[in-house]
């Protein structure tokens, strides 16, 4: 194909959520945008579709955020494939990940039970993680990096809010501009900033975008807030155990933040003990005070007066051994990971899921062909992680602090940027479709805009 035009390639979330991975080529330059994996999928089989790249040509890799649907095969990419070019991504990026991997392998051992590993199971070693950080370059936002290509490639990063240190991508090469996305949230929520708005002289030629949720539009933060609190009391008050399965790092801790407020307003609460079980619960904690100064007014106020993240009524548990652990009251669990594939989140799960006084509260995004997507329509029986059928009794709710936007959030960002052309990525094929006609018909409403908008398969 002719170095003149411009291609994008989806190798993960193309009509699908999971593997966020990009290919960009133009003139001359390689990029990818993303390195995940699906978290439905375990090993070679949850990777992104690398065998459409020839990674000695990839002359740099952007990381939106640490999420391990975008970075979880990074790893494997530097240290078991051909590629020799840039990685970039923020600090609080590159500091969570050295975390989130390393648990993240934990939780791929704990799932194997011991056995042997085939070689498509273990994409990557400790020390192949250690390797790939050392090998990040950091960016801070609105800082431009020039990477002396003969295209003229050059790229800053913005505010994406959704987590910690999430950033939004323009790019510059061959005289044409692309704003991907990432994952992003216009939202400010307790701890983070809203997105940024990009101003530019003239709009992005391209603009990458999220579809996550589609034409839905989202309850406002006070009713799932409240909906949030009032399940977990309910679940509490009437003797129950209350399982909220999250990752380690993200949307934890603002749902942390939120839990720990309430028993604070409750007295009668405070008998019933939070807890967040975490081997990475003090370190990550760490590096959220570490960047503070990235985060919303609320936070950086906090910040003088004491941690912000020292929580009065949440117990950090740095192990927690399950058929140990002492459940004969009511209690909240915090657990990892986010999906309940494995680890401490499955475990609980699957000793709680039979009795009715307990509930499971997904707080999420939950992906297609993980348990926590499963449970939410209501099975009558699950199976456990022994392969042990057994009924769904206790309660299961859905509110969702996942930091995407919705559709109107997402059509008034799409708009402001007025791109050329709209290529939707992250998203289930019916969400993706849903929205490109919503946006079509909305452009055709609005006639200084003249919008192409594609939603592609991966490769």
């Not at 009437?238 to 007295?267: K, M, N, S």
């Not at 919705?406 to 007025?418: A, S």
Request: proline content about 5%.
């Amino acid at each position: 194909m002719s170095e003149d035009v411009m291609t994008i390639t989806p190798l993960g979330s193309g009509q699908e959520v999971g593997r966020s991975c990009h290919l960009l080529t133009f003139r001359g330059t390689t990029l990818l945008l993303d390195c995940g994996v699906h978290p439905g999928y375990d090993g070679m089989a949850g990777l992104p579709f690398f065998d459409r790249v020839d990674p000695e040509q990839v002359d740099a890799l952007l990381v939106t955020h640490f999420h391990l649907d975008h970075a979880a095969s990074l790893p494997y990419f530097t240290e078991r494939t051909g590629f020799k070019g840039r990685i970039f991504m923020t600090h609080p990026t590159k500091a969570v990940i050295r975390l989130l991997l390393g648990d993240y392998l934990r939780l791929m051992a704990m799932k194997r039970g011991g056995a042997d590993p085939s070689p498509d199971d273990v994409l990557y070693t400790e020390a192949e993680l250690r390797s790939c950080v050392d090998k990040i370059e950091l960016v801070d936002y609105h800082q431009t990096v020039d990477l002396n290509l003969p295209s003229g490639l050059k790229f800053h990063a913005l505010n994406a809010g959704h987590v910690l240190g999430a950033a939004m991508f323009f790019i510059e090469l061959g005289g044409r501009s692309v704003l991907y996305t990432g994952d992003y949230s216009m939202e400010e929520d307790r701890h983070l900033m809203a997105a940024e708005l990009p101003r530019y002289r003239a709009p992005p030629d391209v603009l990458i975008v999220e579809s996550t949720y589609g034409v839905q539009v989202h309850a406002s933060r006070a009713e799932r807030e409240a909906r949030f609190t009032g399940t977990v009391e309910r679940v509490v008050t009437g003797g129950g155990r209350c399982l909220i399965p999250v990752f380690a790092l993200g949307r934890a801790q603002e749902l942390l933040l939120i839990l720990d407020e309430y028993w604070r307003e409750h007295p009668h609460l405070q008998s019933i003990p939070i807890y967040y079980a975490s081997k990475m619960a003090s370190r990550a904690l760490r590096v959220y005070r570490t960047y503070a100064n990235m985060m919303n007014s609320r936070i950086r106020t906090r910040m003088d007066l004491g941690n912000p993240f020292h929580f009065s009524h949440i117990r950090n548990l740095k192990s927690i051994d399950v058929n140990g652990f002492d459940d004969r009251g009511p209690s909240v669990v915090f657990a990892s990971p986010g999906m309940l594939q494995s680890g401490v989140s499955r475990q609980l799960f699957d000793r709680w899921a039979a009795d009715p006084k307990n509930g499971v509260l997904i707080a999420g995004y939950a992906v297609e062909h993980t348990l926590a997507k499963e449970i939410m329509s209501q099975p009558r029986e699950v199976v456990t992680m022994e392969g042990r059928r057994q009924p769904l009794n206790c309660l299961v709710d859905y509110v969702s602090f996942s930091a995407h936007v919705d559709f109107v959030q997402n059509r008034d960002f799409i708009t402001r940027c007025n791109p050329r052309n709209i290529v939707l990525v992250h998203g289930a094929k019916e969400e993706m479709g849903r929205l490109k006609g919503a946006l079509m018909m909305h452009f055709q409403k609005l006639p200084e805009v003249r919008a192409i908008v594609l939603h592609v398969y991966n490769c």
